[in-house]
């Protein structure tokens, strides 16, 4: 074991039932070959977390979950210990770290061929398989740490696992520097997305329905801000849909030229009508993103950089203190939002 590996127990908090959460008090996680234990400092909520709470998630549905669940996939923290001798340039104890959360088995065949998102064994660190980070202390596989390095804003090792979705948006996009680009969408990926095609892209157009989200793309480098009903048709190269909304399918198809692309970050539960014939005779590449597990590093040089920004997507900061603090958390995340989309969680690090 390489540094101080702590027994007894933390405060984690909990999904435990629908509609029902708390802060409870269970055992840190003990060591286990080729795993770390870090102490957690920020863990965002999400949408993802809402399914979960209103016992709509598909990891629910299918098994793959169940009640009570330490939730958070959004996090990063304070490297505690390591169960045995890390490899080498591992982070080092003490160090600042954000953990992914697929994690892959390293031993299928997908992972032999360089697909690791498509592990048959994936499992994901607050959703299914491994808790979350919402406690004092979250016990992650090696491999699946990223160090964060010093001086980074607190707020940004929050939003490294959304963002790196996001990276890989564009990358299996093509982005181009001379894309006419739209996102739909002012939540957390769609900010972070207009921010990245603002440093990237000729011309980037925020789409969506809250005026304050609207305006909040602009200070984060829209060239315009345009409500869903004001959006130009075959007028953009690449359309990123980051809203998770039904109909902002349709409407990416819409907006986006003969040729275009149209990359899928959200997530729509809901089904949609549309003529299969018109995406031939358009001619439009559609891209379903799962998430960016190769583009972590990548990720983290761009908050370091500047490139994207943390600091205008967060809302609030609670203290993970008591039960009411973390009922306060997901009810304002509930409660919808103007502006800021995301919601943290702190236990102090």
Not at 21 to 42: K, M, Q, S, Y
Not at 61 to 70: E, K, M, S
Not at 251 to 262: D, F, I, M, P
Request: with cysteine.
């Amino acid at each position: 074991m390489k540094g101080n590996w702590p027994g007894g127990t933390m405060r984690a908090a909990r999904i435990t039932g629908v509609g029902q959460t708390d802060l409870a008090t269970v055992p840190v996680p003990g060591p286990e070959p080729g795993t770390a234990l870090v102490r957690t400092r920020h863990v965002g909520i999400c949408g993802t977390d809402l399914e979960i709470l209103h016992g709509t998630s598909a990891f629910l549905l299918d098994g793959r979950l169940t009640f009570p669940h330490v939730f958070g996939h959004e996090w990063y923290g304070e490297l505690a210990a390591y169960a045995d001798e890390p490899p080498a340039h591992a982070p080092a104890v003490g160090s600042l770290v954000v953990g992914r959360t697929m994690v892959e088995c390293g031993h299928c065949a997908q992972c032999h061929a360089g697909r690791a998102q498509m592990c048959t064994a994936l499992r994901e660190t607050g959703l299914y398989g491994l808790q979350g980070g919402a406690a004092d202390y979250v016990r992650v596989p090696t491999h699946a740490l990223t160090p964060l390095p010093a001086g980074l804003p607190e707020p940004a090792g929050a939003l490294i696992e959304p963002a790196v979705s996001v990276v890989e948006a564009f990358e299996r996009a093509r982005l181009r520097f001379d894309d006419q680009v739209a996102v739909i969408g002012t939540g957390t990926m769609g900010l972070l997305a207009v921010q990245f095609a603002h440093r990237y892209a000729a011309k980037v157009h925020a789409i969506g329905i809250d005026r304050p989200g609207l305006e909040l793309a602009l200070r984060c480098g829209a060239d315009a801000a345009l409500h869903a009903d004001e959006a130009p048709e075959n007028a953009y190269s690449l359309v990123v849909e980051a809203s998770g909304a039904a109909s902002a399918f349709t409407g990416a198809l819409r907006a986006a030229e003969r040729g275009g692309r149209v990359a899928l970050v959200g997530v729509a539960r809901e089904p949609v009508s549309f003529v299969p014939g018109e995406l031939s005779l358009k001619g439009v590449d559609i891209l379903g993103i799962q998430h960016g597990i190769s583009h972590y590093d990548r990720t983290v040089a761009l908050f370091e950089q500047g490139i994207l920004d943390a600091g205008p997507l967060v809302a609030d900061v609670l203290a993970a203190e008591s039960a009411e603090s973390v009922r306060a958390a997901f009810a304002l995340l509930e409660q919808g939002r103007s502006g800021p989309p995301k919601v943290l969680l702190t236990f102090g690090g």
